[in-house]
């Protein structure tokens, strides 16, 4: 082919500009197809063309734009670069090749490359093929891509794949151009087998989603926004002055005095809205929305072979018609049978460098993603204008949540130092350390394990203390009070948020509604296509009269909808996938489960082994190692799980086959949250609530398998090895997820990926530099908030639901938290594609999620001081038991006496005289009785005081705190009063502004009015003779 070919049907870009206007106008009355209509559907325009005719190698087409969904007519060029390209013109890939429009999105698809040098000639004939999809002719053989059957001979099934998947690109790309974008495609990259389709909106496209989206965007009136006055005013210069070095050197962070009214744009309109800038009046952010929208609503409605399935037509060519009728398929469709490898907006530029041109994304990276400003603010206004609503939503969260960990970690630093600081005042671990008391404790396993000292446990004891005192209760309370006062002050923030950012009125099933997912209508397809099998096969036999032939035909004829819009899956199409959500839902809880039990039986038997140690030393640390492997094992079991649940909780929710994006989202948060809730707390659960609960007495042990004796809490209780459980795993989670799988893996992607394009790409491309699509396309795609929301959850419960264990558990957080932001906001800037921008006005299901945390925090921070902790039996003592009101002898009072000839055969120590001495009576902590009561070994009734004692606190502290979050909630307003004035002030100007405008238009019409009056009265003197002998007076009359 030659470069004088190049176009549709041979036109040419010398074609003389008379014989084109006339080809126009002959076509007005031709029929649909004739030489006249077509030449005027596709008269070639030259007025984006740089260089000069003769030179020129780019071809601009113009294609009417659909009328049948209710658009006006519209202009869509598709431009093919044939030349060289001008880099430095157009900004190395963000714009078009005349460098004037911007590039607002990019397709990427794999293309095979002829081999040898890229003559213009083949670059051409790799064009023309694109630019013959036509929506009319869809049916039509292809030029440059033969007929369906091969007329060449046979071809592979990946010849049909690839020459099915052309024509869909083909097409799709052809319906583009009707909803009037402009296309540029570009195969000449450094990148082997990958060509990209550049998009563009011009601007009455851009008119025209805005107005169907309702987009707000801003007028041209300003208004003084309140300030404070008087004192207030003071407080607030103040406190700027003091958080000056702590703001991002932002234009959009600085206090604003004035705002710009926001209205739903709308092209009748236009004259309300500050046009002075069309070209920054939709920024990067809303033109790839925009265009997103587009190519989620552009369908591709036929294809040569069936999805894939190119054997299909021949066995089936019924079905096939069938799906050609039914199917639709748009981008996410075309991705997902890799029409289309990927489709993304383009980041700004480049973030570094000393030649770089200042953009939005340097700006954030120097001013947010860079660890040299983790101690500033993050300019979230900024982070919303170039990434959207939901991201900026989700970083001023945790912006908000970090900020709230703050009085968190220093109360909790202030009670454990309240431990520490009178730890050597504690009257128990004082009687546990005294070895004059000469205490004699039971075997903690049988046979190979002796008798020990309780003197042995000191150092246990005395750790416990810094954790389980009085003032761990006051933290309980105060985080319970806390979490109430961080989810009201999130609210008011979100408010604040909502009013800068112009969602107050935004309801998110705006953007929300139709679009369905596309495994969801390929499931109504398949349905549809059975019903009507069914019911061909239903009616084959049985005889019709021609009215009802009739009758069908007619409801054929005014139907003209696809079979899809009257079908829709419910319960009963979903109740396998329901099923086999609940069965593997309840099948991975047990593996966690049986997990835990598999640890549980390490200790045992650990502990077994290590106690016929000889050595002194690893005996008496036998608790501590046993409970630090163990910790460790559990943390890496966790951090696999919590990878294999994702993708299994992401597999079950696709098998529903939810209908649009944000019901699948939901979904797939709820299942990941609740299985990776499991994982993260069931061992944690069990040290707080199981372990020690169950252990039976000397003599009578309760065993699983019956060969392993279940464990004992330590003569301190079961709260230390809680905390040790508790904060290596809180901690384990966030380095190695942080380290590893945040930084190391994405990385280790990218380099892979990059050498890979290396390895393909020709030795002779390397000089020339990458455009900024090849850039982005080797980073790595955008897969949603949900890991970064479910990581911040976790981490929520770890601070909120076992705080009474750890303190320090915020002050963890809080330092995790400040590395966490800046890791995300680098990731997002530099290792991520640019995502496209969604609108939202709250953080979703995440915020449900967080109350029932907070409220779940409650209950079990009661069950861990009531239960967990020695609080409650110190308090019974105290005030029932003490002889003198103090603690002395509390230790004395929970141990029990156990006869060592009552030992069960077979389950005394081996060596009975370890210790130096012979043992008649040894200790084991319950309330029982002795053995020489009566009824020997019961329960004693100090038991079922302290019991008694432990409920009553539990509900107690429940109700209390309960009512005191619900005060907080009830004390503190949702909406800030200063925004709420702001609002309803800006509905007032909203109206005064269409008030002034109808006056005006009424003004207008009254001049009008006028002036027609004023003509008519000369009129009305002339006789009738006159008038009917002056027509034209007549005419100008009416």
């Known amino acids: 082919m030659l470069e004088s070919d190049v176009g549709l049907e041979g036109l040419s870009p010398k074609e003389d500009p008379a014989a084109e206007a006339a080809g126009a106008v002959d076509g007005e009355g031709a029929p649909p197809g004739g030489p006249g209509a077509q030449a005027a559907a596709m008269r070639v325009n030259e007025k984006y063309s740089t260089l000069p005719a003769e030179d020129r190698s780019v071809h601009i087409i113009n294609i009417c734009a659909i009328e049948d969904i209710g658009y006006l007519p519209s202009e869509g060029t598709l431009l093919n670069s044939l030349s060289v390209d001008p880099d430095a013109k157009c900004k190395y890939g963000l714009y078009f090749r005349d460098g004037k429009r911007k590039v607002d999105y990019v397709l990427v698809y794999h293309h095979k490359r002829p081999s040898g040098s890229r003559t213009l000639a083949r670059r051409s004939q790799s064009q023309d093929s694109r630019l013959s999809a036509r929506s009319g002719r869809q049916d039509q053989p292809l030029p440059g891509l033969g007929s369906p059957e091969g007329a060449d001979g046979p071809e592979s099934p990946q010849d049909f794949h690839e020459d099915d998947k052309r024509f869909r690109r083909a097409e799709y790309e052809g319906n583009l151009l009707e909803a009037g974008l402009e296309l540029e495609c570009d195969e000449d990259t450094k990148i082997h087998g990958v060509g990209f389709v550049k998009i563009h909106a011009p601007w009455n496209v851009l008119c025209r989603e805005a107005e169907f989206l309702k987009l707000k965007m801003p007028t041209k009136k300003l208004y003084r926004m309140n300030e404070a006055r008087g004192l207030l005013k003071k407080i607030n210069s103040v406190v700027q002055k003091i958080t000056a070095p702590i703001q991002p050197r932002v234009a959009e962070h600085r206090p604003q005095s004035v705002k710009r009214l926001f209205y739903a744009f709308s092209r009748e309109k236009q004259h309300l809205f500050d046009l002075s800038d069309k070209d920054s009046f939709f920024d990067s952010k809303t033109r790839s929305t925009i265009v997103y929208e587009i190519l989620k609503r552009t369908t591709c409605t036929k294809a040569k072979y069936s999805m894939g399935q190119g054997e299909g037509r021949k066995k089936d060519s019924a079905l096939l018609s069938k799906r050609r009728k039914c199917g639709k398929y748009g981008i996410t469709s075309l991705l997902a049978n890799g029409v289309y490898l990927a489709a993304y907006p383009l980041h700004d530029g480049d973030y570094r460098g000393e030649n770089v041109e200042f953009n939005d994304r340097k700006l954030l990276y120097e001013e947010w993603a860079s660890y040299r400003v983790f101690y500033k603010y993050q300019p979230i206004d900024l982070v919303r204008k170039y990434f959207g609503e939901k991201i900026g939503l989700y970083f001023a969260w945790l912006g908000v949540y970090t900020q709230m960990l703050i009085p968190a970690s220093v109360v909790g630093v202030i009670v454990f130092l309240y431990g520490c600081a009178t730890v050597d005042d504690n009257i128990p671990s004082k009687e546990m350390c005294d070895q004059s008391q000469n205490i004699t404790m039971c075997p903690l396993c049988d046979k190979t394990c002796s008798y020990w000292k309780m003197s042995s446990a000191c150092a246990t004891a005395r750790a416990s203390h810094l954790f389980d005192n009085p003032a761990t209760v006051f933290f309980s309370i105060f ?93 009963k199409d979903r109740f396998p996938a329901y099923l086999i959500n609940l069965v593997s839902i309840i099948f991975m809880i047990a593996v966690t489960f049986a997990i835990v039990l598999g640890v549980i039986i390490y200790r045992i038997s650990t502990a077994a082994a290590l106690a016929m140690n000889s050595s002194p030393s690893v005996r008496s640390n036998i608790r501590v190692t046993v409970t630090a492997t163990a910790v460790i094992i559990n943390l890496v079991v966790i951090i696999l799980l919590d990878e294999v649940y994702g993708c299994i909780a992401r597999w079950l929710t696709k098998i529903e086959v939810p209908k649009t994006e944000k019901n699948f989202e939901e979904r797939l948060i709820f299942k990941a949250f609740l299985l990776k809730f499991v994982n993260s707390y069931t061992p944690i659960f069990y040290v707080a609530f199981f372990k020690g609960r169950f252990v039976g007495r000397p003599g009578d042990y309760v065993y699983i398998f019956q060969s392993f004796r279940m464990e004992e809490c330590a003569p301190g209780g079961c709260l230390m090895e809680l905390c040790i459980q508790l904060s290596i795993i809180m901690l384990g989670k966030q380095l190695i997820q942080n380290n590893l799988f945040e930084i190391g893996i994405p990385k280790m992607k990218k380099l892979i990926r990059s050498l890979r394009l290396r390895q393909q790409s020709p030795s002779d491309e390397h000089a020339k530099r990458e455009q900024r699509y090849e850039v982005d396309f080797t980073l790595e795609p955008f897969a949603g908030l949900t890991p970064e929301y479910m990581e911040m959850i976790i981490q929520f419960g770890f601070v909120t639901l076992f705080v009474a264990s750890f303190p320090l558990a915020p002050l963890f957080a809080l330092l995790n938290n400040i590395i966490e932001i800046r890791l995300d906001a680098k990731k ?74 009552d030992f069960q055969e077979g389950t005394a120590p081996n060596d009975p005289l370890d210790l130096g001495y012979e043992v008649h009576i040894c200790r084991y902590k319950d309330y029982r009785e002795p053995p020489w009561s009566e009824h020997k070994y019961d329960i004693s009734k100090d038991f079922w005081a302290v019991l008694a004692a432990r409920l009553a606190f539990v509900i107690v502290f429940q109700n209390l705190v309960m009512f005191m979050s619900d005060f907080v909630d009830w004390v503190i307003p949702d909406i800030p009063k200063d925004i709420s004035q702001q609002v309803h002030k800006e509905k007032v100007l909203m109206v005064e502004l269409f008030m002034r405008e109808e006056q005006g238009k009424q003004q207008l019409l009254d001049t009008w009015m006028e002036r027609d009056s004023a003509k008519d009265e000369p009129l009305n003197n002339h006789s009738p003779r006159a008038g009917l002998a002056s027509p034209e007076h007549h005419t100008g009359a009416v």
């Open 479 to 571: 985080m319970a009070l806390w979490a109430a006062t961080f989810m009201e002050h999130w609210k008011r923030k979100q408010m604040r948020l909502n009013y800068r950012w112009d969602l107050t009125s935004f309801e998110e099933e705006e953007a929300v509604k139709g679009h369905p997912r596309a495994e969801y209508e390929a499931r109504v397809l398949q349905k549809s296509l059975r019903k009507e099998s069914k019911d061909k096969k239903k009616h084959r036999n049985a005889p019709e009269e021609s009215t009802n032939k009739w009758k069908q035909r007619v409801k054929t004829a005014m139907a003209g909808v696809k079979l899809t819009d009257k079908v829709k899956l419910t319960w």
């Open 828 to 901: 997002f800037i530099t290792e991520l594609r640019r995502p496209v921008a969604v609108r939202a006005k709250d953080i979703g299901i995440w915020y449900n999620i967080l109350r029932g945390v907070g409220k779940l925090a409650v209950i079990i921070n009661a069950f861990v001081i009531s239960f967990t902790s020695d609080f409650i039996p110190r308090l019974v003592y105290l005030y029932m038991y003490s002889k003198n009101g103090t603690m002395h002898g509390f230790v004395n009072h929970t141990l029990s006496s156990f006869n060592v000839s």
